[in-house]
């Protein structure tokens, strides 16, 4: 299968470059996986499609505002970091452009002294790793001096960072938010567990190769970057009823869904799990946890249209 396979047209200017409020009013298409049926609807009407037994997993990964601003001790250079995951201690990996300014030695400090980090080395694919010095909680440093990493086709300067955060996100270390979950509210959320659906969280942090490009030709020579992820015993638990008493288990974003089936293909079954995965599902894949996916739109020739795509099939996903 072709990466062009994947490919559709997708116009700038249609890209919303701020957010529905309240979150709930976001539009909505429904996609039945079996007839291919399109409906419209708004967010918020996710209440009367949702079935008693059913259970909805989602990830409550917090965004980091990583994107860091820093200027080099010898030059003065202005060098912007984000920072991709934790590598032990204060020891991380990170993203530097423009990257010829940060090579392995190189010492920068940030938000006026608050940090300082040095480049301990510099990675094959490039990235690196910088390792920081400071006095306090260095997530407390982070959410001053940081901003919220958002996607290159979002122009807009966000004004409210928790905007960009889940109402229910609790678990710092992701580099972009789990988007399918910012339409929810607590209203919702009360509305939809009275109806007798049941609410199970995973932790996947979400890192940039999961949005990357996919340059190969053939999609199977792609290689997924890997992300750290946690099913808690109670969310399998959930999983496994759900499944036994007839109910759908529904992934509230990509990154539910791959946590979801990383476990069932390393576990053979649901139950408390931590690991790195680089899952990369595509049509032809065969799902053994998820009957139904709620996601947002996703780019062109991207992995996440294919993990859809392997859900919905590939032509009614390009129709929709």
């Excluded at 938010?177 to 609410?199: D, R, Y």
């Excluded at 750290?228 to 496994?240: F, G, K, N, Q, V």
């Amino acid at each position: 299968m072709q990466t062009r396979d994947f490919y559709f047209d997708l116009p700038q200017e249609l890209i919303a470059q701020t957010p529905a409020e309240p979150r709930d009013a976001s539009r909505l298409m429904t996609l039945d996986k079996t007839t291919g049926a399109i409906g419209h609807h708004r967010f918020r009407d996710i209440v009367d499609m949702l079935l008693p037994g059913d259970c909805l997993i989602l990830n409550d990964s917090r965004v980091l505002p990583a994107r860091i601003y820093g200027v080099k001790e010898t030059t003065g250079a202005h060098v912007e970091f984000l920072l991709l995951k934790n590598r032990g201690g204060d020891l991380w990996e990170a993203l530097a452009k423009p990257g010829k300014r940060a090579k392995p030695g190189s010492r920068f400090s940030f938000g006026e002294g608050l940090l300082h980090g040095e480049i301990t080395q510099v990675l094959e694919d490039g990235n690196r790793l910088i390792h920081f010095a400071y006095e306090g909680v260095f997530f407390q440093l982070l959410d001053r001096i940081g901003q919220m990493p958002l996607p290159p086709y979002i122009k807009e300067k966000l004004e409210d960072k928790e905007r960009y955060q889940t109402v229910y996100s609790r678990e710092s270390g992701s580099a972009a938010a789990p988007t399918a979950g910012l339409h929810f509210t607590p209203e919702l959320l009360k509305a939809i567990q009275a109806k007798g659906v049941n609410l199970g969280f995973v932790t996947l942090h979400v890192g940039l190769g999961t949005f990357r490009p996919v340059s190969a030709e053939k999609i199977t020579d792609h290689k997924m970057h890997a992300e750290h992820y946690y099913m808690p015993a109670e969310t399998a638990r959930l999983i496994h009823q759900t499944k036994a008493q007839g109910g759908r288990v529904i992934g509230v974003g990509t990154t539910s869904c791959r946590t979801i089936e990383s476990v069932a293909q390393r576990e053979g079954c649901f139950r408390e799990s931590a690991g790195w995965t680089d899952i990369f599902i595509y049509p032809g894949y065969r799902f053994q946890g998820i009957d139904g996916l709620i996601t947002n739109f996703h780019l062109p020739e991207s992995t996440l249209i294919m993990l859809v795509s392997a859900l919905a099939g590939r032509e009614n996903v390009l129709r929709a």
